[in-house]
T-cell receptor, first 112, second 110 residues
Framework: DAGVIQSPRHEVTEMGQEVTLRCKPISGHNSLFWYRQTMMRGLELLIYFNNNVPIDDSGMPEDRFSAKMPNASFSTLKIQPSEPRDSAVYFC??????????FGSGTRLTVV | GENVEQHPSTLSVQEGDSAVIKCTYSDSASNYFPWYKQELGKRPQLIIDIRSNVGEKKDQRIAVTLNKTAKHFSLHITETQPEDSAVYFCAASPGNQFYFGTGTSLTVIP
């Protein structure tokens, strides 16, 4: 198994542009999580899905952020419009039932 | 919801010495406690975990202890090596969701 696959690895965009981050969870995992990591705030849970259904999106910073999981093998996190304070590393993780997460390699987002 | 606190935030030890990182949690429903290691520029990776029906678990130089009554758990690394240098995160889970500590930056000095 290739693990959790995220794309792109790096993204540099201008303020106001739309950004879409992508994640492919491990096959067979039924939960998917989006995290944001910054030096100041550490690992923050943005949203998580169970069986493709959003369960808790209370961590999504504001309406500019949205996430979808149209099927068990794909999820997106979209920021529109992006702002410099959105610059961070965004991790996707997946798991099966109660067990350790497996994290993807992350997307380093820089908004200039 | 669950609140996980982690200490210390930074830790420096001499190579060969032991390192201990401590975490506390608030939700008595939490029953799964993983530890993650994150090297610079890389993803967090699971290194050891413990469930609430166990008080201690060991894997070579790494051990984790859990005190359910006091709601705290600790990571112990013995005979530290320079490659142990990384940020370590604890987490607590009452179900499907994980709540992470703020991380401990461990530096092992050769």
């Amino acid at each position: 198994d290739a693990g959790v696959i995220q794309s792109p690895r790096h993204e540099v965009t201008e303020m106001g542009q739309e950004v879409t981050l992508r994640c492919k969870p491990i096959s067979g995992h039924n939960s998917l999580f989006w995290y944001r990591q910054t030096m100041m705030r550490g690992l923050e849970l943005l949203i998580y899905f169970n069986n493709n259904v959003p369960i808790d999106d209370s961590g999504m910073p504001e309406d500019r952020f949205s996430a979808k999981m149209p099927n068990a093998s794909f999820s997106t996190l979209k920021i529109q419009p992006s702002e410099p304070r959105d610059s961070a590393v965004y991790f996707c993780a997946s798991s099966f039932e109660v067990g350790g997460y497996t994290f993807g390699s992350g997307t380093r987002l820089t908004v200039v | 919801g669950e609140n996980v606190e982690q200490h210390p935030s930074t830790l420096s030890v001499q190579e060969g010495d032991s390192a201990v990182i401590k975490c506390t949690y608030s939700d008595s429903a939490s029953n799964y406690f993983p530890w993650y290691k994150q090297e610079l520029g890389k993803r967090p990776q699971l290194i050891i975990d413990i469930r609430s029906n166990v008080g201690e678990k060991k894997d070579q130089r790494i051990a984790v202890t859990l005190n359910k009554t006091a709601k705290h758990f600790s990571l112990h690394i013995t005979e530290t090596q320079p490659e142990d240098s990384a940020v370590y995160f604890c987490a607590a889970s009452p179900g499907n969701q994980f709540y992470f500590g703020t991380g401990t930056s461990l530096t092992v000095i050769p």
